[in-house]
C-alpha cells in the first residue's frame, strides 16, 4: 500500500482497497435493507464518513471486508432501531402516517431457492447470504453478524438443513 493511498484517519485502509471490495459491500448493504436502492446507498455513505473520519477505525485483526461489512452491519442495525422506535412513538399516540411505497429489486418471487431463503429465521438467512453470496468464511461472517464462530456454525448448519427440507418438499409437490 503506497503512503499517498491510505486514509488519513485510518492508515491501514487503502482508497485502492476499498474501492476492490465496494460491489461487495454494496450488495451486503442492498441486503440489509430489503434491496431498496436509495437506503443502500445511504448506507454505503454513512459507512465510508464512518471509515473516513476514524469513528470506525481498522486495527489489521481481520480481513477489510468482514470489518467493512460489519460497519454496513452495525449503521443498518442502529437505523432500524430508530426506525422502530420512531413508529412505536407513532403508533403510541395515534398519529397518522404516511408511508412511501418502495419498489424492490429481488429475485423473481418464483424462484424457489430465494423463496427457502427468505423463508429462513433472520440469522441464518444472514449466515447463508454472507457465506455464499458475499463468499465469506463462517467465521468471518460470524464477526459481521457479531455471533462467536460456535453460534455462526450453528446457524449455518441449521440453515443448511431447513433449506436442504424445503427444497425436498418443493421438489416432491411438483
Given amino acids: 500500500m503506497r503512503d499517498s493511498d491510505a486514509l488519513d484517519n485510518n492508515p491501514h485502509i487503502s482508497r485502492s482497497a476499498l ?3 465496494h460491489g461487495q459491500v454494496y450488495g451486503w448493504a442492498l441486503s440489509r435493507c430489503d434491496f431498496d436502492h436509495a437506503t443502500a446507498e445511504d448506507l454505503m455513505q454513512q459507512a465510508y464518513v464512518e471509515l473516513l473520519s476514524g469513528n470506525a477505525r481498522f486495527d489489521n485483526k481481520s480481513m477489510l471486508r468482514t ?5 454496513v452491519q452495525n449503521l ?8 422502530s422506535s420512531r413508529l412505536r412513538l407513532v403508533k403510541k399516540y395515534h398519529r397518522e ?12 418471487a418464483d424462484d424457489g431457492v430465494w ?3 427468505r423463508a429462513l429465521p433472520a440469522r441464518q438467512r444472514d449466515i447463508i447470504e454472507l457465506v455464499f453470496c458475499r ?3 463462517i ?16 446457524h449455518y448448519d441449521r440453515a443448511k438443513k431447513a433449506l436442504r427440507e424445503r427444497l425436498q418438499d418443493w421438489a416432491e409437490e411438483e
Avoid at 470489518?67 to 460497519?71: D, E, L, P, Q, T
Fill in 19 to 21: 474501492e476492490a471490495i
Fill in 67 to 71: 470489518f467493512v461489512f460489519s460497519v
Fill in 76 to 83: 443498518a442495525r442502529s437505523r432500524f432501531r430508530r426506525v
Fill in 97 to 108: 402516517s404516511t408511508v412511501e411505497h418502495v419498489e424492490t429489486t429481488e429475485p423473481p
Fill in 115 to 117: 423463496r427457502a431463503v
Fill in 135 to 137: 463468499e465469506l468464511t
Fill in 139 to 154: 467465521e468471518q461472517a460470524s464477526a459481521v453478524m457479531g455471533v462467536t464462530t460456535g453460534t455462526g456454525r450453528v
